[in-house]
């Protein structure tokens, strides 16, 4: 043990001579083991046994603390440790009405993660504002408090700072602590993942159960294993990524959690998640093949096409500008965004007719069953239709009954479940028993069987053959 430690189990059995030592040492143990794993060293457990005791042990803390040592009550401490995520600050009201600032900020060293609040005017210092994750910093007269898990937080209030630091440290970089989506686990928290983007990023509003405004990013990232999981993060909006982002782009989030939600294993964000992805803010022009053109309930032109290198693309065009395009035709566009293989076009997009390129048709895309693996990246296939479509209403979580139509397809090399959701149940039911039809831009999954199987998107397209 340290002498600081000893100096201060001499003054608790000073005011305390009907315990001993052995005693206190069983104590300190039990309340490690309370406490949890990781949070309390020997030293931080007596402090709160002398706490519990009704004794003040005045001499402080060593100056210098790792996360491993905080603990709940300690105040005045000093540690060095890097950044992994910060977020914006929020304005909150008193019980009085006053208004109060917060910003949240996650930390780390060698051994733990912790989470660092900052209050009123350092939650608006400029310095934070240049802060990246990885860089190191130095957090000074901070106290740590209880978070509503019990662990413990370091909070930076009225005559607390934080420095960024230049001094050399054994802290691991950010680089070094990225993990691969693939080997991620339930219940994990604080992490950086990478992985590549695996078909499309949606953005979303919604109103909150407060009845406030909310909004996410959603998407899906692909692991070494070639296997997706799905990601999304609460309060981010599209300013935070760049507008074209191309298929499989490399992408790594920093400051993320695992759970699992109704597709399995997620990662879910925040607004102090930082998002690294692959990608440019000036957008391309880009040149694609029509394979198909559709329009939705709402009245939107929905469009499949295809570039040079056989990927597929999402189109989803809200101001008409393709109103004049056929199937079969090739296009350059200068679209408004490009995320994954979702496209958008809008007013301010631009495009025309082209001649001469030698870009895939349907036939040339098309997947036998037996290669087709999970993926959120469409497919195109030609099948023959083996049983008649079976029509059933889903009932959802939320007491929603939702059409679902199913049939069982064939190629030579093996059969598949086609379903439709929706609209797309439409869709599935117009096929007959014995037609060969070509599908194209749907996506495959595992379903609740085990095996995997082929669903319809707003943008797919069944083309049945003579």
Not at 43 to 72: H, N, T, W
Not at 163 to 176: L, Q, Y
Not at 204 to 231: M, Y
Not at 426 to 442: F, W
């Amino acid at each position: 043990m340290s002498t600081e430690f000893e100096s201060l189990l001499s003054t608790l059995l000073e005011q305390k001579p009907d315990l001993s030592r052995s005693t206190v040492n069983e104590m300190i143990q039990q309340k490690k083991e309370k406490i949890g794993a990781g949070y309390l060293t020997d030293q931080g457990a007596l402090f709160l046994i002398a706490s519990d005791l009704g004794i003040s042990l005045s001499e402080p803390l060593r100056v210098e603390m790792k996360l491993k040592d905080l603990y709940v009550g300690a105040k005045e401490i000093t540690l060095q440790t890097r950044v992994m995520s910060l977020s914006p600050p929020k304005q909150f009201l008193r019980k009085d009405g006053s208004q109060l600032v917060l910003r949240n900020m996650i930390v780390y060293d060698s051994d733990s993660r912790a989470s660092v609040k900052l209050w009123e005017e350092n939650a608006s210092l400029p310095s934070l504002e240049k802060l990246k994750p990885g860089d190191l910093i130095k957090i000074i007269k901070a106290y740590v408090k209880s978070d509503l898990r019990g662990n413990p937080t370091i909070n930076i209030g009225s005559g607390a700072t934080i420095e960024k630091s230049e001094s050399e440290s054994d802290i691991p970089s950010i680089d070094s602590i990225t993990t691969d989506v693939s080997s991620l686990k339930e219940d994990q928290h604080n992490l950086v993942v990478s992985g590549l983007i695996d078909g499309s990023i949606r953005y979303s509003e919604f109103t909150t159960f407060r009845g406030q405004p909310g909004k996410a990013l959603h998407l899906r990232l692909k692991g070494q294993d070639k296997n997706s999981i799905r990601v999304v993060l609460w309060g981010k909006d599209e300013s935070s990524i760049p507008k074209m982002i191309v298929p499989g782009a490399k992408s790594r989030l920093i400051g993320v959690r695992t759970k699992i939600g109704k597709q399995g294993l997620e990662i879910h964000g925040d607004e102090s998640t930082f998002i690294e992805i692959e990608g440019e803010d000036e957008i391309k022009s880009i040149i694609i093949r029509i394979l198909s053109i559709t329009k939705n309930e709402q009245g939107t032109t929905l469009i499949l096409a295809v570039d040079k290198n056989k990927k597929l693309f999402n189109i989803k065009d809200s101001s008409d500008v393709t109103k004049n395009l056929k199937t079969g035709e090739t296009i350059e566009c200068m679209p408004s965004k490009v995320y994954g293989n979702s496209i958008s076009l809008e007013s301010n997009s631009y495009l025309k007719k082209i001649d001469g390129e030698n870009l895939p048709s349907v036939s040339d895309l098309r997947t036998k069953i037996r290669e087709i693996k999970p993926s959120n990246s469409p497919y195109c296939i030609e099948a023959i239709v083996l049983k008649l479509p079976e029509r059933k209403e889903v009932q959802t979580r939320t007491g929603e009954s939702v059409a679902l139509s199913q049939i069982l397809i064939e190629d030579d090399t093996g059969q598949i479940w086609l379903k439709g959701w929706r609209n797309q149940a439409r869709m599935i039911d117009t096929c007959s028993l014995g037609e060969i039809i070509s599908i194209g831009g749907v996506t495959a999954k595992v379903g609740l069987e085990g095996k995997v199987e082929l669903t319809l998107s707003p943008f797919s397209v069944i083309t049945k053959k003579n």
